[in-house]
């Protein structure tokens, strides 16, 4: 009976987490959000998939990736800025 109960918990657990995992975005998905240039969208994506998987390395390469596509986009606004002012001038 215990030996029953056991297997159908861990059953139970095996089911939950693959279920868990079938929503979560793929990699492909979350890359393709960013080539399109939806990189914050790409982002909360990622933020998801970190919630579920805190110790996968992949996703924390791929979120540090985001993080600096981020960074250089916003260089690259402020950058256009400053010449379009200057042309004003």
Do not use: N, W
Request: aromatic share 4%; proline share 2%; charged share 25%.
């Amino acid at each position: 009976m215990l030996k029953r109960l056991c297997l159908m918990f861990l059953l139970a657990v095996a089911v939950v987490g693959v279920s868990r995992a079938e929503t979560d975005p793929s990699v492909g998905s979350i890359y393709e959000e960013a080539r399109s240039g939806h990189v914050a969208r790409a982002i909360e994506m990622m933020k998801q998939v970190l919630r579920d998987h805190p110790q996968s390395a992949k996703a924390h390469y791929v979120m540090a990736e985001l993080y600096a596509e981020q960074a250089s986009s916003q260089r690259r606004g402020r950058s256009s800025t400053k010449r379009s002012d200057s042309r004003r001038g």
